[in-house]
C-alpha cells in the first residue's frame, strides 16, 4: 500500500508499471490507464504513452526535440520524461508554461526552441552581471 501523495510518477514496464517515489519503487501489474482513472483526481497527469506524473513533483519543464516538451521530477532528475506531442498543450495550459521566444508550427528547426532559450538565458546572465547600483552624489 504506497501513500499517494509519496508517488512521484508512475512508469509502463513490459505488462507491468514501476511506481517511483522518494524512497523506493514498487512493480505492480495494473495498467497505467488504471492508475490514470484512479489518480487523476489526486493531480496526477498522463504526459506519455508510458508515464503518468505527480504534478507537484514536476521540478523542470523544458523544450524538447521536434517542438515538444520534457519534465524532470523531483528526486529524479536524471531521469527525462518526455511529454508526448499530442500532450503538450494540455500540459503547458495545466502548468502555466509558456517561456519567451518559443517557435511553434510544422516548418520550424527541431533545436531553434533550444537555441532561442540558450540565447534568452544567455542574455538575462549578462544583463545580471551588469547591472549596478548607481552612486548618488
Sequence with gaps: LVDIQQIVYIET?????????????????????????????????????????????????FPWA???????????????????????????????YNPPYMIYGPFCLPFMNFILLFVHSFIQLIQKAFTFTPIIV
Design 66 to 96: 521536434n517542438n515538444s516538451l520534457a519534465v524532470k521530477m523531483q528526486g529524479f532528475e536524471k531521469n527525462i520524461l518526455p511529454v508526448s506531442e499530442g500532450k503538450v498543450k494540455m500540459l503547458r495550459q495545466i502548468i502555466g
Design 13 to 61: 514496464s513490459g505488462r507491468s508499471c514501476i511506481i517511483h517515489t522518494p524512497t523506493r519503487d514498487y512493480t505492480e501489474n495494473l495498467l497505467l490507464g488504471e492508475y490514470e482513472k484512479r489518480l487523476a483526481p489526486h493531480g496526477f497527469c498522463r504526459i506519455h504513452k508510458s508515464y503518468l506524473v505527480n504534478l507537484s513533483f514536476i521540478t523542470e519543464l
